[in-house]
């Protein structure tokens, strides 16, 4: 093959056109230069399997040519063979220790294997090396992201962006970990930033489809989905097949309250990818609010694989598979949040009428009410050593307590069997009637205004300051049962509406749960936002008003007053995001 073909050959590549370069080589002998321009091509077609082969094959013909060594690794990054990628990389600075380009890859390729300590020191070597790189602080700060090191990840970027305010990849990141910061923290002003750093991400960057997605994720995470929706719309139609895509316009859509258009988009996305777990997951929640809990309840696994997912414990146990157990115990344990942990424990009783023997792990804050209510089951606080001194055979088989939901399949139960199952202490209930009876001789309302669950608290809870025509004019005392520093925003609104109101003083609210749910059992109504109270007042059976939005929890049910779960529960529905208007005006007509 002549010099000027292969002249010609290179030159089509590095214009962008690898098709080109493979027909001038046709033909060419397995030459060194040959070898080079083809993986070079197969490698910008993507045909990575062919390009290894290209590359090896150079390589076997001059093992020190390191641009064969550098390309072999990134295609062998690109086909997940990370350790092979880290060899030829580590080959090519062991040649050239100055090399930037094989530097950042093999910081990628250390990062995708999990060796963030090995990552973060070459790294730091590099920004020693070139500290004008901006590439390989970006990598860092990555890196501590992903770690979910933010605040350091942070302070790498404030300074990369202060000092070039235009490059949009920095600013991206920056959202990301803006958004992760107030997800974990339940803090709206760190969304809102997020937004804002989005925004302005992809006005610099406009042909960025992961900025835009990424801009849709957090507005969804702000509740404004109507703009969300509009976003991942006009994405849909430039890129009709990309899971990120369904997946944002799914979440709009259930935070919309459009349920059935929302798992369309859920089923879009698993068709993209099968493995989505966040799809899947997603797909089986809304089919849960659609009270499909058949559909559900089998997609309801997916919950193990899911980004933040519950943590697998492993009990020296098989796992339960529903059938029946002639000797020993089920053990049940707890896997998420207190207000889920009380929704799956209104399910044991359904489990004991099977003749099942029960034995449950759960939050310490539960142990002595769940010891009361269901005398007998064996209930130990979560970790308890007792769990292993049980003795072989004494526990048959262990259950995650969400595998209840199938496994006890409450949804079959008959209708006015989702009642009263906790018993609180009665000597501390009958103090707390005697207390608030001589305090007021009207109604006893308890209410609670908050949520601080993880990434959905904001949205479920309702400003205190919105409740005046609840508060206002009524012959009731009422009651905090907020937990959290609450005492002087309850104290200040009930006084502005001239309301009788009480907040005991010595009642812990969060972790005190027999006083808790004592006091719940002394009210003669509780009113609140979608948060443990709620599960709290439905597990004891008292009257509660539940204020929802337009997409409650899926255990809420999706329409009328009924909560499936629950027989006392009323579900007041928002029919609109952030429309509590609606919501407390109905309130106030039932009082």
Same mark, same amino acid.
């Given at each position: 093959?002549?010099?000027?073909?292969?002249?010609?050959?290179?030159?089509?590549?590095?214009?962008?056109? /690898?098709?080109?370069?493979?027909?001038?080589?046709?033909?060419?002998?397995?030459?060194?230069?040959?070898?080079?321009?083809?993986?070079?091509?197969?490698?910008?077609?993507?045909?990575?399997?062919?390009?290894?082969?290209?590359?090896?094959?150079?390589?076997?013909?001059?093992?020190?040519?390191?641009?064969?060594?550098?390309?072999?690794? @990134?295609? *062998?990054?690109?086909?997940?063979?990370?350790?092979?990628?880290?060899?030829?990389?580590?080959?090519?600075?062991?040649?050239? +220790?100055?090399?930037?380009?094989?530097?950042?890859?093999?910081?990628?390729?250390?990062?995708?294997?999990?060796?963030?300590?090995?990552?973060?020191?070459? !790294?730091?070597?590099?920004?020693?090396?070139?500290?004008?790189?901006?590439?390989?602080?970006?990598?860092?700060?990555?890196?501590?992201?992903?770690?979910?090191?933010?605040?350091?990840?942070?302070?790498?970027?404030?300074?990369?962006?202060?000092?070039?305010?235009?490059?949009?990849?920095?600013?991206?990141?920056?959202?990301?970990?803006?958004?992760?910061?107030?997800?974990?923290?339940?803090?709206?002003?760190?969304?809102? $930033?997020?937004?804002?750093?989005?925004?302005?991400?992809?006005?610099?960057?406009?042909?960025?489809?992961?900025?835009?997605?990424?801009?849709?994720?957090?507005?969804? %995470?702000? *509740?404004?989905?109507?703009?969300?929706?509009?976003?991942?719309?006009?994405?849909?139609?430039?890129a009709p097949d990309q899971l990120?895509?369904?997946?944002?316009?799914?979440?709009?859509?259930?935070?919309?309250?459009?349920?059935?258009?929302?798992?369309?988009?859920?089923?879009?996305?698993?068709?993209?990818?099968?493995?989505?777990?966040?799809?899947?997951?997603?797909?089986?929640? @809304?089919?849960?609010?659609?009270?499909?809990?058949?559909?559900?309840?089998?997609?309801?696994?997916?919950?193990?694989?899911?980004?933040?997912?519950?943590?697998? *414990?492993?009990?020296?146990? /098989?796992?339960?598979?529903?059938?029946?157990? +002639?000797?020993?115990?089920? &053990?049940? =344990?707890?896997?998420?949040?207190?207000?889920?942990?009380?929704?799956?424990?209104?399910?044991?009783?359904?489990? *004991?009428?099977?003749?099942?023997?029960?034995?449950?792990?759960?939050?310490?804050?539960?142990?002595?009410?769940? %010891?009361?209510?269901?005398?007998?089951?064996q209930v130990f606080p979560k970790?308890?050593? #007792?769990?292993?001194?049980?003795?072989?055979?004494?526990?048959?088989?262990?259950? +995650?307590?969400?595998?209840?939901? &199938?496994?006890?399949?409450?949804?079959?139960?008959?209708?006015?069997?989702?009642?009263?199952?906790?018993?609180?202490?009665?000597?501390?209930? $009958?103090?707390?009637?005697?207390?608030?009876?001589?305090?007021?001789?009207?109604?006893?309302?308890?209410?609670? =205004?908050?949520?601080?669950?993880?990434?959905?608290?904001?949205?479920?809870?309702? /400003?205190?300051?919105?409740?005046?025509g609840i508060f206002g004019g009524?012959?009731?005392?009422?009651?905090?049962?907020?937990?959290?520093?609450?005492?002087?925003?309850?104290?200040?609104?009930?006084?502005?509406?001239?309301?009788?109101?009480?907040?005991?003083?010595?009642?812990?609210?969060?972790?005190?749960?027999?006083?808790?749910?004592?006091?719940?059992?002394?009210?003669? !109504?509780?009113?609140?936002?979608?948060?443990?109270?709620?599960?709290?007042?439905?597990?004891?059976?008292?009257?509660?008003?539940?204020?929802?939005?337009?997409?409650?929890? =899926?255990? =809420?049910?999706?329409?009328?007053?009924?909560?499936?779960?629950?027989?006392?529960?009323?579900?007041? #529905?928002?029919?609109?995001?952030?429309?509590?208007?609606?919501?407390?005006?109905?309130?106030?007509?039932?009082?």
């Open positions: 093959m002549t010099p000027e073909t292969l002249q010609k050959a290179y030159q089509a590549l590095t214009a962008g056109r /690898p098709d080109e370069t493979l027909r001038m080589l046709e033909g060419g002998p397995p030459a060194l230069p040959v070898l080079l321009l083809r993986g070079g091509a197969l490698a910008s077609l993507e045909r990575h399997e062919e390009a290894v082969e290209a590359f090896e094959r150079v390589l076997r013909l001059e093992p020190e040519q390191l641009d064969a060594a550098y390309n072999l690794a @990134v295609c *062998q990054q690109a086909l997940g063979r990370f350790h092979a990628a880290r060899r030829n990389l580590s080959l090519v600075l062991e040649k050239q +220790p100055d090399n930037q380009q094989a530097m950042l890859t093999l910081s990628a390729v250390l990062s995708a294997m999990g060796y963030n300590e090995e990552c973060e020191a070459l !790294l730091k070597r590099a920004i020693e090396f070139a500290p004008d790189e901006q590439r390989f602080r970006h990598n860092l700060a990555y890196l501590y992201y992903q770690s979910g090191r933010y605040d350091e990840a942070a302070d790498i970027l404030a300074k990369l962006i202060e000092g070039c305010p235009a490059q949009s990849k920095a600013i991206g990141l920056m959202g990301k970990i803006r958004m992760a910061q107030g997800q974990k923290r339940n803090d709206r002003a760190l969304i809102e $930033e997020a937004v804002a750093l989005f925004d302005r991400g992809a006005e610099l960057d406009p042909q960025s489809q992961e900025m835009r997605v990424d801009l849709g994720h957090a507005l969804n %995470a702000l *509740q404004d989905s109507v703009r969300a929706l509009s976003l991942f719309e006009e994405l849909a139609r430039a990120d895509v369904h997946q944002g316009m799914g979440m709009a859509l259930l935070n919309l309250g459009r349920l059935e258009e929302a798992r369309r988009c859920f089923e879009a996305a698993t068709a993209c990818d099968p493995e989505a777990a966040e799809s899947q997951y997603s797909l089986a929640i @809304v089919s849960l609010a659609l009270a499909d809990y058949e559909t559900g309840s089998q997609k309801y696994e997916w919950r193990w694989r899911i980004k933040n997912a519950p943590r697998w *414990q492993s009990r020296n146990a /098989p796992l339960w598979d529903g059938s029946a157990i +002639p000797e020993g115990r089920l &053990l049940i =344990w707890n896997e998420q949040g207190l207000g889920d942990e009380l929704l799956h424990y209104g399910w044991i009783g359904r489990l *004991q009428d099977r003749g099942l023997k029960v034995a449950v792990e759960c939050d310490p804050r539960l142990v002595p009410l769940l %010891a009361r209510s269901f005398p007998d089951a970790g308890d050593p #007792r769990l292993l001194d049980l003795g072989r055979g004494a526990i048959a088989a262990q259950c +995650p307590s969400g595998d209840l939901l &199938l496994r006890a399949r409450p949804w079959e139960a008959p209708p006015g069997q989702a009642g009263r199952y906790l018993e609180s202490e009665s000597e501390r209930r $009958e103090a707390f009637k005697q207390r608030l009876a001589a305090l007021h001789p009207g109604r006893k309302i308890g209410i609670s =205004w908050f949520s601080k669950g993880s990434s959905l608290g904001f949205g479920k809870s309702v /400003p205190l300051d919105r409740w005046g009524r012959d009731a005392l009422f009651v905090n049962l907020q937990y959290g520093d609450s005492e002087a925003e309850f104290e200040a609104v009930c006084r502005a509406n001239e309301a009788a109101h009480y907040c005991d003083p010595d009642l812990d609210r969060r972790d005190d749960i027999e006083g808790l749910c004592a006091l719940i059992d002394s009210l003669d !109504l509780v009113i609140t936002v979608s948060n443990v109270t709620a599960h709290f007042a439905g597990a004891l059976g008292k009257p509660c008003w539940v204020l929802l939005g337009p997409d409650p929890l =899926w255990h =809420w049910g999706r329409a009328g007053e009924a909560a499936p779960f629950y027989d006392s529960i009323t579900a007041l #529905r928002a029919s609109e995001l952030g429309g509590w208007d609606g919501v407390l005006g109905a309130a106030v007509e039932r009082l």
